[in-house]
């Protein structure tokens, strides 16, 4: 009767091979305490369990069964970089599935402040000028008007020319941290008209309020500052950076697998931060003072 090697080959390809019991049961989706029962000898696997370490170690179950694999030292050559390059495989997939996560979280986020935006302010101003206009025209109707058809073709000539500008309306959406990073912003304070030929009609822009002394050298503390929403930013941009849902304004730095966040302060207090790029998304490029963009009406 041949004799059973089975814990025996399990035991020695997996520590030959320097991975975990936690590690290839994981990638087996087989239960911790199962595999180690296996190894030790105090539980022999069903079929199915036998076939999927089978596949996954590349080796015959009749070899695994009757052959004393710890005598075959070239063996471990043939099944070496296929076991390792399957198990991490499978922790770039989480990594991947993980940053996926987080993206559509975000987009959810985005999406949800311009509804919010939409029932707290636009929907509210649309209704109001509506109600004006209503006003106004049941105000006209009610007065008794006379038209002289001697000067109506004239009076065109003394109406004064107006000033043909068109603006958009930029909401305020709260604080965000000049030192350390303060709660995202979501909440609608205020809105501002801005000359629509200062800005880009496909972009979408903010207006945040600085906090702390962190950015002082450019923007002092609770000045006005407008930002374009974007992605894309460039080295020695200044930007809005969200970090665990909260937001922050830096100037922006990027290294091969990080990201520092530089003040521009007279504190010396103030120190640059740096995250992994995981951890970090940008929210938009500050594009300078609100005053600046208004004064040029």
């Given amino acids: 009767m041949k004799k059973n ?14 991975i975990s019991q936690k590690e290839i049961a ?8 199962s595999y180690s029962n296996y190894e030790n000898g105090r539980r022999e696997p069903g079929i199915d369990a036998l076939i999927k370490i089978s596949d996954f170690l590349n080796v015959e179950i009749d070899m695994l069964l ?14 070496q ?47 109001k000028e509506i109600d004006n206009l209503i006003k106004y025209i ?19 000539n003394f109406k004064p020319k107006e000033k043909n500008i068109e603006y ?27 000359p629509s030929n200062l800005l880009c009609p496909s972009k979408d822009y903010f207006i945040l309020k600085v906090k702390g002394d962190s950015m002082n050298k450019i923007y002092s503390p609770g000045e006005l500052i407008l930002i374009e ?17 909260e937001a922050t304004c830096k100037k922006v730095h990027f290294y091969p697998n990080e990201i520092a966040l530089i ?26 003072k609100l005053f600046d963009y208004i004064k040029n009406e």
Avoid: W
Wanted: net charge negative; aromatic share 6%.
């Fill in 168 to 194: 958009r309306s930029i909401n305020l959406i709260g604080k965000v941290s000049a030192g350390n990073p303060c709660y995202a912003f979501e909440e609608i304070l205020d809105s501002f008209n801005i």
């Fill in 263 to 288: 003040p521009q302060s007279s504190n010396p207090l103030h120190k640059v931060q740096t995250y992994k790029l995981i951890d970090v998304h940008i929210s938009g490029k500050v594009l300078g």
């Fill in 5 to 18: 090697y089975f814990c025996e080959n399990l035991k020695y390809i997996r520590s030959s091979l320097n």
């Fill in 138 to 156: 049941n105000l006209y109707n009610d007065q008794d008007v006379e038209i002289s058809e001697e000067i109506s073709s004239d009076i065109i």
């Fill in 81 to 127: 970089n296929k076991v390792s390059n399957d198990i991490n495989y499978d922790e770039k997939i989480k990594d991947i599935n993980l940053d996926m996560c987080k993206n559509i979280l975000f987009e959810l986020e985005n999406k949800k402040r311009k509804c919010l935006s939409l029932i707290n302010y636009e929907i509210p101003k649309k209704i």
């Fill in 26 to 33: 994981n990638h087996l989706k087989l239960n911790p305490s």
């Fill in 229 to 245: 929403s974007t992605t894309l930013v460039d080295n020695n941009d200044i930007i809005i950076a969200i970090i665990d849902e």
């Fill in 66 to 79: 009757t052959k004393n694999l710890s005598n075959n030292p070239n063996f471990l050559k043939d099944i």
